[in-house]
Each structure stands twice: as C-alpha cells, then as structure tokens.
C-alpha cells in the first residue's frame, strides 16, 4: 500500500528508533509531525526529513503533558488537515533493582512510556474514527514479555503497554484503526544497554523502522498485531 501523502505522528523522533522512522516515512513522501522534548535536535530531523522529500513539521513537547499533547494533534490538525499514522515511540529506561530505583524515576518511566501513549492516542482517535482510517504503531520492548534483574520498572511500562494496545486493538478495529505493537530486543542506540553485545550484531534502528513500514504496507483489510524483532545472532 503506497504511503504517499499520508500524516504521520512519530514521538521521540529527535534521534534514534524515532528519527529513524521519521526518515523512512521521509523517502516515501509522507508529511511527518516530529514531536520529541529538544527543540534543536528536532530541527535537524526535520531538515533532513525535508532534504528526502517528505514534509516535516518539529514540535517541541512533552508527552507526559496534557497541554502539550493537545497542541501537538491541534498544530497537525491544521496544518496537514488530517492524522493517518501515530507512532507511540518517545521512552525512557532507568534500570535499578526494586529497593533501589527513586520513586521519581519510577513515576517518570510511567508518564512517559505509558501516560504519554495513552494522551496521545486518546488525542488522535477522534479524527481517525471520523476518517473510518488510521494506524497506530506503539514501540514496546521485549521486556513487555520478559523479565531480568534491574528491569522492574521499565519492564513494567511495557507489559502495561502492551496490554494497553490489544485492548485498544480490539476497539479501534471496529472503525477500521489498525493498532498494532513493535517489539524489539536490543538496538545499538543511546538508550539501550548493551551488556557487552557487539553494537554491529545487534538490531540498528532502521531495523525497527521496517518492521513499522512492514506493518503499514499491508493492504487495509489486513492487521498485524505484534511483531516481535531480535537480532539473529547477537553473540
């Protein structure tokens, strides 16, 4: 399915798994909304996002906020008259044991990586319901699934969002939303500790930017739910 045209929201789309999503909507000739919290980092996605052919709008936010959110859908609203894509993907990762993570630490990962998804999308659904249209594409984890030492709170913002999204999933089908999960393993970002992996064998961003683009490509009948993404052999 051509993807030409289409407006697309990416969250945490500065750097990483974002941006790089955000250039691969770029070279297919989407208009891409980039929302991440660094003004000056966005507006370096966003020329490049232009230079290969899409249309870039940067939108300093935080997604934790109510305000903020709203001004986020209300600026795409009007500028692109539409909302075809949301990518749920800003995150953030403290890990510590239990009886040593902050409080705030804890609050923080849930306002971000659950709070802040669930604003987002109850933001955009109105308009993808009045369209009968729209894809929404939450960038979960692994440990949504699994569980290790010093991962408590982090994992638990991903188990929480992937439940998040099969109930969601089950709602927005009816008005023909396709919602959907990416979980990836490790990624050679800033984000995620290696743990001594080879940085070149484990999945790069632009990995889990095919997996999305995978998912949006299918024909409208057609949903797929989950995908979980590993690198073949990261040893």
Same mark, same amino acid.
């Given at each position: 399915?051509?993807?030409?045209?289409?407006?697309?929201?990416?969250?945490?789309?500065?750097?990483?798994?974002?941006?790089?999503?955000?250039?691969?909507?770029?070279?297919?000739?989407?208009?891409?909304?980039?929302?991440?919290?660094?003004?000056?980092?966005?507006? $370096?996605?966003?020329?490049?996002?232009?230079?290969?052919?899409?249309?870039?709008?940067?939108?300093?936010?935080?997604?934790?906020?109510?305000?903020?959110?709203?001004?986020?859908?209300?600026?795409?609203?009007?500028?692109?008259?539409?909302? *075809?894509?949301?990518?749920?993907?800003?995150?953030?990762?403290?890990?510590?044991?239990?009886?040593?993570?902050?409080?705030?630490?804890?609050?923080?990962?849930?306002?971000?990586?659950?709070?802040?998804?669930?604003?987002?999308?109850?933001?955009?659904?109105?308009?993808?319901? $009045?369209?009968?249209?729209?894809?929404?594409?939450?960038?979960?984890?692994?440990?949504?699934?699994?569980?290790?030492?010093?991962?408590?709170?982090?994992?638990?913002? $991903?188990?929480?969002?992937?439940?998040?999204?099969?109930?969601?999933?089950?709602?927005?089908?009816?008005? *023909?939303?396709?919602?959907?999960?990416?979980?990836?393993?490790?990624?050679?970002?800033?984000?995620?500790?290696?743990?001594?992996?080879?940085?070149?064998?484990?999945?790069?961003?632009?990995?889990?930017?095919?997996?999305?683009?995978?998912?949006?490509?299918?024909?409208?009948?057609?949903?797929?739910?989950?995908?979980?993404?590993?690198?073949?052999?990261?040893?």
């Amino acid at each position: 399915m051509s993807l030409d045209g289409q407006v697309a929201i990416v969250t945490g789309a500065s750097k990483g798994i974002g941006k790089a999503i955000a250039l691969s909507f770029a070279r297919e000739k989407m208009k891409v909304v980039l929302a991440a919290r660094t003004k000056s980092e966005l507006e $370096k996605a966003s020329a490049e996002v232009n230079k290969l052919g899409g249309n870039a709008l940067p939108v300093a936010m935080d997604i934790s906020k109510d305000e903020d959110v709203a001004q986020l859908v209300s600026k795409t609203v009007e500028t692109f008259g539409r909302i *075809d894509v949301l990518i749920n993907n800003a995150g953030l990762g403290m890990f510590a044991p239990v009886d040593e993570l902050p409080v705030e630490d804890f609050d923080r990962m849930f306002a971000v990586n659950m709070r802040g998804v669930f604003l987002c999308t109850r933001a955009v659904l109105p308009y993808m319901k $009045k369209q009968k249209s729209g894809a929404i594409i939450n960038i979960s984890s692994l440990a949504g699934k699994n569980f290790f030492k010093g991962g408590a709170g982090y994992a638990a913002t $991903k188990w929480a969002l992937n439940g998040f999204t099969k109930c969601l999933m089950l709602e927005a089908r009816e008005y *023909d939303i396709r919602v959907s999960i990416v979980g990836p393993g490790s990624v050679a970002t800033e984000f995620s500790p290696h743990s001594g992996k080879d940085p070149a064998k484990i999945l790069q961003s632009q990995d889990v930017a095919d997996a999305v683009l995978a998912v949006l490509r299918l024909p409208r009948n057609a949903l797929m739910s989950e995908i979980d993404l590993r690198p073949t052999n990261p040893k």
